[in-house]
C-alpha cells in the first residue's frame, strides 16, 4: 500500500509540521461494499435449517432432538461458521480483492470457505491433513477451491500461515475467529435458532444440549446464548479419541496436546483450540469411534439416512444423558447438531474395510444401544 500525504488547500490546517497521511481507497471500499452484500444476501436466501424430532425415547419421558445442520447450501455445519469468518475479515479489511484466503480444515469448513471465496472472486486454498476424505476434497475443488496436503494434521497452521505470507493473502484461522466472529447475542446464531424452534416443544427449554468441539466456536456460542438469556439449559461438549479438549477442560490446562489426530473428520483436535472456551462448558464426554460409528450406523439403520461421525459422537453422548435422565426418573429434552451428510464419508465410517483397518469394532456399541432403545427406536 503506497501512502498518500494529503495536501492542504492553505492555511494553518495546512501547517507543514503536521503530518497527514491519507489511505482511503475508494476502489477497494467499493468492492467490499459489493463483496459484504453478496455474503449478506446468501444469508438472506437461506432458510432456517431443520429440528427434527427423534422419537426414541418419548414414551420414557425424554425428548431428543436433531438440529439439522447439512441442509446448509454447503452441507454442513460450518456453512454459519464460514459466513460469519467472512464477514468478520471482511469488515476487519483482512481480505483484499482477488488475493487468495487460505484455511486450515479437516474438510468441511474448507468446503463452506470455499464457496464464500467464489461468491466475491477470491481464490481459496486448504490446507489439510491427507487422511481428508476423497469427497470432501471433490467438494473443495466443486466450489473452485485448491487442496494443499500435509502428513501431519498438526502442520496444517504453520503451513497455511505460510502460504498467507508467501502470497499475500489471508490466512483466515478458524481456529482463532470462529468464537468471536460468530455474535453470540442472537442475530439468528445456532443457539437463537434451536431455542426459537423448541418454544412450543413438550419440554421447551432443553436439560440438555450437546455439541462438538472441532474450533469450538459452535460450543462457545451455545455456552454464551444460553447464559446471556438466562437459562438453565446444561451445555455437554463430546468429545472423540485422540483430541485434547477433553483432558485440557477435565484439568483446566491448555497445553494440552496429543500425537495423533482425530479420526472423526471436523472435531477433536490435537491442542486446545483458542476459540475453545473452556470455562463456558458445563459437562464434557469422550466419546470412543467406535461408539461414534456405531450410532450412526444405527441410526442409519433406523432411518434410512446417513450422517457423520462428529453427529455420532453428539448422539452418543446425548443417550448417554437421556439414560441417566431414564435412571434419574427425570423428563426433559435434549439437542444435539447434526453436522454433516454421512454422504462424504463413505469411504471410511460406512466402509466396513476401513473399519476393519483401523482395528474399529463397533458391535458392543451398536448392541448398546439396542438394548437401551428396544422396540422404541423402531
Not at 436466501?45 to 426414541?56: E, F, I, N
Amino acid at each position: 500500500m503506497t501512502d498518500t500525504i494529503a495536501q492542504s488547500a492553505g492555511g494553518t490546517l495546512g501547517d507543514a509540521h503536521i503530518l497527514d497521511v491519507d489511505r482511503y481507497d475508494a476502489d477497494y471500499r467499493r468492492w467490499l461494499t459489493d463483496a459484504i452484500g453478496k455474503v449478506q444476501a446468501e444469508g438472506t436466501r437461506s432458510a432456517d435449517t431443520h429440528l427434527l424430532a427423534v422419537p426414541y425415547l418419548s414414551q420414557r419421558g425424554v425428548d431428543i432432538y436433531l438440529k439439522d445442520e447439512s441442509t446448509h447450501h454447503t452441507g454442513s455445519l460450518k456453512h454459519r461458521l464460514a459466513r460469519s469468518l467472512f464477514l468478520y475479515a471482511l469488515v476487519n479489511g483482512w481480505i483484499r480483492p482477488g488475493l487468495p484466503i487460505i484455511e486450515a480444515s479437516s474438510g468441511s469448513t474448507a468446503v463452506s470457505e470455499a464457496f464464500f471465496a467464489s461468491l466475491i472472486g477470491n481464490p481459496f486454498i486448504a490446507v489439510m491433513a491427507r487422511t481428508t476424505s476423497a469427497s470432501k476434497v471433490a467438494l473443495i475443488e466443486s466450489h473452485g477451491g485448491t487442496c494443499h496436503f500435509v502428513d501431519q494434521p498438526s502442520e496444517v497452521y504453520t503451513v497455511a500461515a505460510g502460504l498467507a505470507a508467501e502470497t499475500g493473502g489471508h490466512y483466515m484461522d478458524q481456529f482463532t475467529y470462529a468464537e468471536r466472529a460468530t455474535d453470540w447475542r442472537g442475530n439468528n446464531n445456532i443457539a437463537e435458532s434451536i431455542f426459537s424452534q423448541m418454544r412450543n416443544e413438550r419440554f421447551p427449554e432443553p436439560a440438555w444440549v450437546v455439541a462438538t468441539a472441532g474450533t469450538g466456536g459452535t460450543s462457545a456460542t451455545l455456552a454464551r446464548y444460553i447464559r446471556y438469556t438466562g437459562r438453565r439449559t446444561g451445555l455437554c461438549v463430546a468429545d472423540p479419541e485422540n483430541s485434547a479438549f477433553f483432558d485440557g477442560w477435565r484439568h483446566q490446562d491448555p497445553t494440552v496436546a496429543t500425537d495423533t489426530g482425530s479420526r472423526i473428520e471436523g472435531i477433536g483436535r490435537q491442542r486446545l483450540e483458542p476459540s475453545f472456551i473452556h470455562s463456558a462448558v458445563d459437562r464434557m464426554m469422550r466419546v470412543p469411534d467406535a461408539a461414534s460409528i456405531a450410532a450412526i450406523r444405527f441410526y442409519e439403520g433406523r432411518t434410512g439416512r446417513k450422517v457423520g461421525a462428529s453427529t455420532g459422537t453428539g448422539m452418543w453422548a446425548a443417550f448417554r444423558l437421556a439414560h441417566q435422565m431414564i435412571h434419574e426418573r427425570r423428563t426433559g429434552s435434549i439437542v444435539t447438531l447434526l453436522c454433516d451428510s454421512g454422504d462424504r464419508y463413505l469411504d471410511k465410517y460406512y466402509d466396513d474395510g476401513w473399519l476393519a483397518a483401523e482395528h474399529i469394532d463397533i458391535e458392543p456399541y451398536r448392541a448398546e444401544l439396542t438394548a437401551f432403545l428396544g422396540d422404541s427406536a423402531r
